[in-house]
Structure formats: C-alpha cells, structure tokens
C-alpha cells in the first residue's frame, strides 16, 4: 500500500503513458477484434450485422480454418527445432576465443537485420528453378528441378521454412551468445576437471545453464512460425493451388486467397481464435518446460 | 597418491608473463601452501599442475609422468575452485557423484562413494538439495565430496575459503588440515592469506609477480625471510624496515618485527619516535609511531602491558638477535 496519498498520485502519473499506451494499442484493439468476432461485415468494415458468438465454433469446425492451421503447426515443426538447433548450434562453435571469430559473429548474425522481406527476396532467388542456384545443386543428387521447389505442393511448405530459419538465426544466434557468455568459465573447467568430454559439458552445463533462454527463444521462435504471412505472400501466396499447401492461418485472415476476403468480422473470429490457440501453446510449453529450466541460484 | 615437480616452468599470456623460470618440488603427501598478493600468477601455478592452463616452457611433473599435453581428466587430479563451481542444476548427490559417473563408474559404486563422501563432510542430510538451497560452507563441503570422491593423487585447491565469513573460514582451516591428514593426499592450496598459510601448510612457497621467492616450512619462512618481500608480506602488523644506521653501522636494512620491537629507557640507546596511533585489539596492542626522519615503526605487544599514549615521545629499540639484515636488493643477509 502506498505510505502517503502523494505516492499513489505519483505512481498513477508515472504509469499512465504506460496504462495510455497499452490501452490504445492492445487492449483496445483485443477487445475491438473479439467483439467483431460475432459479426459479419462488408467491404468497408463500416456495414455489419450479427451474426452470432457461435460463429468462434463455425470458424473452428471449417475446412478453410483447419487446413490453415494444419500447415501453421507442420511450418512451427519445421522451423522452430531446426532454427533453435542450428542457431546454438553456431553460438557454440563461435563462442570461442580465437583470431578472427568476431567476422564470423558478425555473419551469423546478420540476418536479425535483415527483414523478412528482404530475407524471402533473397530466397525466391535462390529458389527459382531457372535462375536460383538451390534447384540447380538439388538436381544434382536427383531432386526434380521444375516446376521448383516453390511451385510443388510437395516442397513449397519446406522452402518457405528454410527461409524463415534462415531469417530467424541471426536472432536466436544472438540471444543464445549472450547466454553462452554469461555461464560462468569455472563451471566448464569443473567439467572438465570432472572428466567430462566435450559433449558431456554440452550436455551436462551449456544446455541446462541455457534452459531459459531456449525456453524463451523456442516460445519466441513458436510465436513467429505462427504468425508467419509476408514470407507465405512473398514466396508462395498461399499456394501452391488448389492445395493451398503453404495457406497458414494468419495468411488465411490477410492474403488474397481467403475465401474471407474483407470481412473483417469472420477475420477478427480466425484472428481472435490464433490469439487463444497460441496463448494456450505458451503455457504448455512453460508448464511442459519449465520443469527442465534452471534459473539459477 | 604423488609428488609434483614443476621444472623452469614460465607462463606469457601475450606479452604479459604470469610465471618466469618457476621451479618447485611439492612432496607425496604434502600441504603446499602457495601465498601471494593478488595478480602475482600463483592461481596460474596451480591451473598448470591441473591442466587448466599449458606452459609456454617447462615441464610439470605429476609423480614420475610429465603432464605436458595431458588433459584435466587424465592428470588425475582434483580441483576445488574460489567459487566452488557446484553444477547449480544438478542435486548435491549428482554433483558429488558427478566425476564418478562421467567415468562410468557402476551405480551401486557410485552410491557408496557418495555416501562415504558426504559421511566424511557432513553432508548426508543434504544430498537431495540443489546448491542454491545450501550455506556458503556447505558448498564449500559440497565442492570438496565432489574432489575427494575421486580419490585423487593430487588435490589443488584455489582460495577455497575466501568466499566464508571470518568464523567459518576458521573452522573450516582446522578442517581441511584434519581432511589432509585423513587423506594422506598431496594439497596444492592457493591463498593470499597469510594466516591459512601459515596455520595449513606444511610449507609455504611465496610467490610475487610471477617468481618464487622462497619455499619453506611456515616457521622458516616467517623467523627466516629470504628478502624484504617475504619479510613484510608475512605478519600482521608487517615487519619494520629501517635504515641500518638507526641500529648498526652498514648501508643495508634492517628488518625488526613489531613482537620484537621494545620500548626503552632513553638512556640506554634506541631511537626516539612519536606515537601516532595506538590500536587496542583485547588480546594485544599495536602502536605506530614515526621516527624524526619520517620511518614509520610498528610495535606490538600483549594488551596486559602499559602502552605509550598518542602524542607520546618513545624511545624504541631491538636486540641485535631480532634484527633482520637485508642487502641493497633486498635480498637476506647471513
């Protein structure tokens, strides 16, 4: 409780621009997009009518919705294990001190910079089966090379995954450094001491002395896949068709596929829904994690 | 169990040289007390012996093997660190059976050496805790199971009490004495405290910018200093060193200890000195004064006796046997 009547005024000043800002930027627009949710509208988004709170479970139970959220989990599959492997993967072998590492800190990082535009730019090059250089060496060891690994129902999915691994490394290779960093050099030599092996100190101090930053950088990395759109709209826009095999759900409320195009009622239903499903997915992966996490003493 | 040699033995980190031609014999069984203030490269002694650090030349000898090349785990020898290093994730059973299982040790095995470990120290009724649940002297005891449960020719421990409150680090010297001769293992222990230095090892080689100064037996190091360094590095107060004129005809100093400095009568010869400061500590009394050309002198003496006040004009004086002759470099005389 506040001491004096003062304090509370003072704290009540300091947290309002806080209180402001969360307000017009979160929770209005929740509370604006859960409301929507019962309703149907037009083009303009002005001209709506109700049609119902059974429309969150008409959204649930369709086709369209299902697919869509389908391929968001096999695109969080494909992205978030491989991403968080690789980036500690590189944080390891560049957390060295030795001539010369920090050009190779700079390269594996670099992509935190670089946006998802520009990252899926990048890869539409490479993956274009006439110009790209991937299809080329792919056809080497008998992968087809047209139509390309865009334009097959089979690929595309992958090829948009390796983008956004791509693109996420630079942060998790980031995070992960830092933590690598702050593990104390005693606990390595302890190891080391104690008979351990290289791998036996990956496995017995980096991975748990890690724990919560993988754990935040895997719920991060879930968060991202999940709301994956301008890679899928860049690369693939949603297709191929008519397996809309790379249609995720986020792409499903904005992209041009959507056989919901412009009704910001059935959208803000589908958006509402994501929030709920990834928010439940956060806290699995706290409760089912944390057991596994050590935050220190 | 084994002795250590280390022969010539120099250390550079870049241009920077931790230990110069450092040669030492640590004998089987021995508690070697390596003392030095800080920065002086006598942690990095110890890292050679354990492997944690390469010599730039020489060679460090573990029994009758040269350890050259040879990695930690292979040196069989065990290491207790400044900060204890206990695995914060790992219970204080699997971290004292730690060493134990990444040797593929049997279970059942490993089970007894735990407990024989955690009987010895006192940490049986701790085993299912994780170090952050525990006191700094019981991670302390931790850290030592996990060194001793090994079994190790050699045990190299780096100021494993300085993390310890006054009253515990006392207890815990006397402890790892009696563990030491339980053992009958090689201690190489690593202090800046003269006290643990001398009240632990069974002797001392003291250690400043990367050079060894003197190897010997607490009592020898203290009663016999080999140069200025030793002289004033070990006691507390330190010792007084004075232009040899003040006592003796010479150009060398001379080095009194502050036991062993008298006030006396001022006729029967000294110097004279103005008491500046007079601590009184219960058990004895330290008295500063400063000579007419400025010498600062240091007495000490048990508190039952009269001491000088502040302000007080002394003369002060030394019987010759006291008296510590040290040449122009430093260096001991006779």
């Not at chain 1, 949710?37 to 119902?52: E, N, V, Y």
């Not at chain 2, 010599?55 to 009758?64: A, K, L, Q």
């Not at chain 2, 005891?141 to 515990?168: H, I, T, Y």
């Not at chain 2, 219960?282 to 000490?300: I, P, S, W």
Request: aromatic share 8%; net charge neutral; hydrophobic share 45%.
């Amino acid at each position: 409780m506040f001491r004096r009547r003062g304090d509370g005024l003072i704290a009540s000043a300091m947290l309002a621009p806080a209180i402001a800002i969360l307000s017009i930027f979160v929770v209005y627009p929740l509370g604006r997009a859960v409301w929507l949710g019962h309703l149907r509208c037009d083009a303009t988004g002005r001209k709506c009518r109700t049609s119902g709170w059974m429309q969150y479970f008409d959204v649930l139970r369709s086709s369209d919705f299902q697919h869509a959220l389908k391929v968001t989990f096999v695109y969080a599959l494909l992205t978030v294990p491989a991403g968080l492997v690789i980036g500690v993967g590189l944080a390891v072998l560049a957390d060295k001190q030795i001539r010369g590492i920090g050009f190779f800190r700079t390269i594996f990082s670099s992509t935190v910079a670089t946006s998802v535009a520009v990252a899926s730019l990048i890869w539409f090059v490479l993956l274009q089966p006439q110009v790209g250089l991937l299809p080329d060496m792919l056809s080497m060891f008998g992968v087809m090379k047209n139509p390309g690994l865009l334009n097959d129902a089979g690929t595309a999915l992958p090829a948009i995954a390796i983008t956004s691994i791509w693109a996420n490394l630079g942060f998790t290779f980031i995070i992960v450094t830092a933590a690598l960093q702050s593990i104390p050099a005693e606990l390595f030599e302890s190891a080391m001491m104690d008979g351990a092996g290289g791998w036996k100190r990956f496995t017995n101090v980096t991975i748990p002395m890690l724990s919560p930053t993988l754990l935040f950088v895997s719920v991060v990395l879930v968060t991202r896949a999940f709301q994956a759109y301008a890679e899928v709209d860049l690369l693939t826009k949603g297709g191929p068709n008519p397996e809309r095999s790379t249609e995720t759900v986020t792409y499903l409320i904005y992209g041009q596929t959507s056989l919901v195009k412009n009704d910001i009622g059935l959208k803000s239903t589908t958006a509402v829904l994501l929030f709920v499903i990834l928010l439940v997915l956060s806290l699995v992966q706290f409760r089912s994690l944390e057991r596994r996490v050590h935050y220190g003493n | 169990m084994a002795g250590v040699q280390l022969v010539k033995v120099t250390k550079n980190f870049g241009s920077v040289v931790a230990v110069d031609d450092f040669s030492l014999d640590i004998a089987d069984k021995e508690f070697m007390v390596l003392l030095g203030p800080s920065g002086c490269g006598k942690s990095t002694v110890l890292r050679m012996i354990a492997g944690l650090e390469a010599p730039t030349s020489g060679e460090v000898f573990i029994g009758d093997h040269l350890m050259n090349g040879v990695a930690p785990k292979d040196r069989d020898v065990a290491m207790v660190f400044q900060s204890y290093a206990l695995y914060p994730h790992k219970t204080v059973r699997a971290n004292i059976e730690f060493p134990l299982k990444t040797r593929g040790v049997d279970t059942k095995l490993r089970a007894a050496a735990v407990a024989d470990a955690a009987a010895v120290l006192g940490l049986a009724d701790l085993l299912d805790r994780k170090p952050g649940q525990l006191s700094g002297g019981q991670r302390q005891r931790v850290a030592l199971a996990r060194a001793l449960v090994r079994d190790p020719q050699v045990f190299c421990m780096d100021e494993p009490l300085s993390n310890l409150d006054a009253k515990l680090r006392g207890e815990t010297r006397s402890e790892l004495v009696a563990l030491h001769q339980r053992l009958g293992s090689t201690f190489v222990y690593v202090t800046h405290d003269q006290v643990e230095a001398m009240t632990m090892g069974s002797r001392i080689a003291v250690i400043v910018a990367g050079v060894l100064q003197q190897v010997g037996s607490p009592t020898d190091v203290y009663d016999r200093p080999a140069n200025i360094f030793v002289a004033t590095f070990l006691g507390t107060p330190p010792m007084n060193i004075f232009p040899a004129q003040l006592f003796e005809a010479g150009e060398h100093s001379v080095g009194v200890r502050p036991e062993h400095v008298r006030f006396v009568d001022s006729h029967s010869g000294g110097v004279e000195a103005t008491i500046r400061l007079v601590e009184h500590l219960g058990h004895e009394v330290h008295v500063t004064g400063v000579l007419a050309d400025g010498t600062v002198v240091v007495a000490r003496h048990g508190g039952e006796e009269a001491s000088p006040r502040s302000g007080d004009t002394v003369t002060v004086s030394a019987e010759a046997r006291h008296r510590h002759r040290f040449d122009v470099s430093g260096r001991r005389l006779a």
